[in-house]
């Protein structure tokens, strides 16, 4: 623990950002208004399930730096920027992990002897950034590509087509709703072609029926006025619709959204709640095994190397939603001739 806490005080460059900048970015982005496929509720789904069940686990050997909001934001970030990003620090006689935003990294193929140039630590009214060597950063990435081994992948960017479109259904349908009510004027043969769609204009109709004779001056059978007279529309109706939203994109946003959790590792059961019992719990367990305990794995090991201290995640508490299933396992195990001790560990049941 001394040699840690010596470690963390030996960091070098330290500069103050401009709180400004950091507003500037966000009105910014802000402003273009592009609906990104994080910013969908599918995807907040998946990282918020990933985040809490984190938060649900049980730490040993952290040293008291992997609290439950630091091992949340750890579970969110792997969903949605594909890796964790933190500076270690010392607090009283123990150590923190300050959340970074982003780093410039320098080095070879080994990890340890990476250089974190302007690491980004956010403040209430400033962003600090500093110059740190890997033994003093906390970093875990998920899904790293072999050819760019020093930043993660988020499951939504490795699945950019199905993450595009199902940005598009959502801005498609936000767009829709943003323009309601609609007006559809119905024009007799002579007057113009029918179904024609038009934005409703404050419930101004002569105003729309207006503008629509305008645009069709010349037209067989059409008298356009001068701009400010009277309107007499014959042959027209005017009929109030709706934005269908769900006739069109509903089948597909559904398979869309199911292939994005999956791809997150949130089986669509889970998140959905619409499954039985068995389905339920099967869906926990997968959840549990194939995506959990990876990751839990992942954030170990990088404990061990940087806290030099045996981590230990225990998912325990959140099997215990299951505990039903599981002592089916266990008796079954044991009825089959396996050893009491090992079955309870096989299915979680150990002490």
Known sequence: ?????????????????????????????????VIRATATATVETAAGMVGRAFAAAEVDGDLGALTPSVRESMGRGFVLRGEALFAL???GVGVVLLPATSAL??????????????????????????????????????????????????????????AGLLARIDRHHAHGFDTLPRVVINASPDVGPSGTTIPRQDGDLDRIAER???????????????????????????DYVTHDVDGGTGPLRETVERSILAACGIPPELAHGNADGGAAREALRRFMVLTLQPWARLIEAEGRAKLESDVRIDLRPIRAAD?????????SLVNAGMDEGEAADAVGLED
Not at 217 to 237: I, K, N, R
Not at 323 to 331: H, K, N, P, Q, S
């Open 1 to 33: 623990m001394r040699r840690l806490l010596k470690r963390l005080t030996g960091r070098t460059e330290r500069r103050a950002r401009p709180y400004t900048d950091d507003q500037l970015e966000a009105q910014i982005a802000h402003a273009t208004g």
């Open 89 to 91: 620090d010392v607090a």
């Open 105 to 162: 990294i320098e080095g070879g193929p080994i990890p340890a002897t990476w250089q974190y140039r302007s690491l980004m630590l956010p403040g209430p009214t400033r962003t600090i950034s500093e110059t740190r060597t890997a033994p003093a950063v906390f970093h875990v990435r998920v899904n790293a590509d072999p050819r760019r081994p020093w930043e993660g992948v988020s499951p939504v960017e490795a699945s950019p087509a199905t």
């Open 212 to 238: 629509y004779l305008v645009s069709r001056q010349g037209a067989p059978g059409v008298d356009a006025p001068p701009y400010g007279s009277p309107v007499v529309v014959s042959g027209v109706s005017v």
């Open 323 to 331: 505990i039903t299933g599981r002592a089916r396992a266990y008796g």
